[in-house]
């Protein structure tokens, strides 16, 4: 009879794992495995030379609102030394406004402020009705302006009243004030004029120059007219 056959000589290293030990130890080598390859590439993309300090990041400075600056634009409206105003007044006031050159500065500020004396003088005129519908028309040089309203006759005649009186406080405005023209308001369907709309215009000049519109006083229109 044959001999039987040795039995296999056990593998080195002890026994056998079982599967939950398998999985197990899978388990915990899958996390370790991924750090390491995580090492192992920023340990090859990181240069190895000396490391740059990053510089401090720049504070923005706020930028200033155009009230707070603190230079004025080149344009802007500064208040001219008597002096000045009577070298322009003898210069201009003799020939006619046509040839008086315009300061881009004096026009802006005077032109506003005939605006607010003709509304003002309105509302003293109207004395709490509701406002009329009137054309304001300024137009300024350098040292004088023209002014012309259109409207109503009654109401227009009520301002015309008025305007001689207009002070700045208790000061004068007008150095001149002399009316130039006053003519019928012409319908622009018609092409005829109106009786009862008509166009006043004034040629002046001021005593006190750029006054805030604030400061403006009014007489009375009962007074006046």
């Known amino acids: 009879m044959p001999e039987p056959a040795p039995a296999p000589a056990p593998k080195p290293g002890g026994r056998r794992l079982s599967p939950r030990a398998r999985r197990v130890l899978g388990w915990a080598l899958a996390p370790a495995l991924a750090s390491l390859a995580i090492v192992v590439q920023i340990s090859l993309d990181v240069p190895r030379g000396e490391m740059l300090e990053r510089e401090p990041k720049k504070t923005k400075t706020k930028r200033k609102s155009a009230a707070t600056r603190s230079t004025p634009r080149p344009d802007a409206w500064k208040a001219r030394g ?11 006031s003799e020939r006619p406004f046509a040839d008086e050159p315009t300061d881009p500065s004096f026009r802006r500020r005077h032109e506003a402020l005939l605006r607010s004396v003709a509304t003002r003088a309105r509302a003293e005129v109207l004395r709490g009705e509701r406002p009329t519908p009137m054309q304001i028309r300024p137009a300024c040089h350098t040292i004088r302006c023209e002014l012309e309203l259109c409207g109503p006759k009654p109401m227009i005649d009520g301002i015309a ?29 018609s092409g005829t004029a109106r009786e009862d709309h008509v166009c006043r215009r004034w040629l002046v000049d001021f005593a006190i120059e750029g006054p805030a519109p604030k400061d403006l006083r009014m007489p009375d229109a009962e007074a006046a007219g």
């Open 161 to 189: 009243a008025l305007l001689p009186g207009v002070t700045v406080v208790d000061q004068p405005l007008w150095h001149e004030l002399r009316e130039i023209e006053t003519v019928a308001k012409v319908s622009k369907r």
């Open 82 to 92: 008597v002096e000045e105003v009577e070298q322009l007044r003898a210069r201009w």
